[in-house]
Structure formats: structure tokens, C-alpha cells
């Protein structure tokens, strides 16, 4: 079956700093790719998505790439905040399904 | 838009006793999903309804889950005979029709805690 995983956490970065989490993915077809967030207190919210190979999905100045050849669609950002603190979810949809896969979730801690 | 809204927020209940938590959607969003997620881990989906019809069911929905969506609004998610397995967060979440259905809101869950 379909799955995502995630490099586990707490992932701890100092302001400014750049920042990678890394997702990878398992499944049949040409699946949808997700990264979700969800900030302390909160509902998770779509962070960005990407839909085919190649695409690269972008917000607040997050970005990520679906590379189909390495089944990966990382996260990246080149300097984070303290807001950035939060939880993120790497997520698939298999284009044969109405569900998601999620990962197990980074957690980030940004310090000033 | 006031968002998914979950009741209650949490919930504490001796092991072997029923609980029902409710869920109602952003309005107009004629899709609607239950997951669940226990500490440290993903989201894992549960079912899903589109409008009043439940179309999708994971194989961890055992036969003391029970999911409705009566008129096409409001859900709710029912677990008899609680165990302490069944201890986690339970997730709604919902979305429109058509081609931005990828994008899935979701509320800020019912933590339930069986003793």
C-alpha cells in the first residue's frame, strides 16, 4: 500500500537558518503530494502541494520539488522564523483514492 | 468561513463505555473525512462521506466504529465498548467538489482518552 516517510524530529534550527525535512513516498501511480502544518494549538492547514513530476509547489517561503525518479518531495526554506515552529506533515493522494497518506510529522523548533 | 468545528475537544471515558464526537464541515463542502492520530504519529484516514453517502472505510474502522452524515452536513462518529486502544486524537476534515478537493480543512480534533 501507499506510505510516506519522514526524517524524524525534533528538528531544532536557530533563526535564519535553512531548513530541509526530508519526505519520501511509496505508491502505485502518479500520485498527489502534500506537506501539511500544524502550528501548536491549531487544525493541520495545507502548506503547498504538487500534483505532477517536476512540479514544484511554493508558500511562505517554503518550497518543495516532486521528483519521481528519487520518490522524494522534500521541504525546504532558506532562512525560517520563530513562527515557523510547528509540526509538518509530509502527505500523498493516490490519484485511485479520495484519502491521504500522511507521514508520522517533523516536529521544528525554531530558536531566536 | 468559520472553519471545521469538532465537539467536544476532549474527552475522557472509562474503558467499555460509548462515546460520539461531532463534526460540522465548512458549509458547502460536500466532502467530509474522519482520521485519527495518536501522539508522534500521522494522521491515518478513517472514512469518508460524500455528501450523506459514506463511500470509503479503512480497515481500522472496526465494527465499534460507526460513522454518519444524515443530511449531508453535520458527522458524527460514534465508538462503542471504548478500549484503551482507542485512545488518540480523531481528526475532521472536509472539502469541496471538483478539482480543489485536494485541499483538505480540518478542525482542531477531539482528544479522547479512555481510562
Known amino acids: 500500500g501507499d506510505s510516506v516517510t519522514q526524517m524524524e524530529g525534533p528538528v531544532t534550527l536557530s533563526e535564519e537558518a535553512f531548513l530541509t525535512i526530508n519526505c519520501t513516498y511509496t505508491?502505485?501511480?502518479?500520485?498527489?503530494l502534500f506537506w501539511y502544518v500544524q502550528y501548536p494549538g491549531e487544525g493541520l492547514q495545507l502548506l503547498l502541494k504538487?500534483?505532477?513530476?517536476?512540479d514544484k509547489g511554493s508558500n511562505k517561503g517554503f518550497e518543495a520539488t516532486y521528483r519521481k525518479e528519487t520518490t522524494s518531495f522534500h521541504l525546504e526554506k532558506g532562512s525560517v522564523q520563530v513562527s515557523d515552529s510547528a509540526v509538518y506533515f509530509c502527505a500523498l493522494r493516490n490519484n485511485a483514492g479520495n484519502m491521504l497518506t500522511f507521514g508520522g510529522g517533523t516536529r521544528l523548533m525554531v530558536k531566536p | 468561513d468559520t472553519g471545521v468545528s469538532q465537539d467536544p475537544r476532549h474527552k475522557i471515558t472509562k474503558r467499555g463505555q460509548n462515546v460520539t464526537f461531532r463534526c460540522d464541515p465548512i458549509s458547502e463542502h460536500n466532502r467530509l473525512y474522519w482520521y485519527r492520530q495518536t501522539l508522534g504519529q500521522g494522521p491515518e484516514f478513517l472514512t469518508y462521506f460524500q455528501n450523506e453517502a459514506q463511500l470509503e472505510k479503512s480497515r481500522l474502522l472496526s465494527d465499534r466504529f460507526s460513522a454518519e452524515r444524515p443530511k449531508g452536513s453535520f458527522s458524527t462518529l460514534e465508538i462503542q465498548r471504548t478500549e484503551q486502544g482507542d485512545s488518540a486524537m480523531y481528526l475532521c476534515a472536509s472539502s469541496p467538489d471538483g478539482a480543489t478537493n485536494e485541499k483538505l480543512f480540518f478542525g482542531s480534533g477531539t482528544q479522547l482518552s479512555v481510562l
Open positions: 504538487a500534483t505532477k513530476a517536476d
Open positions: 505508491a502505485t501511480g502518479y500520485p498527489s
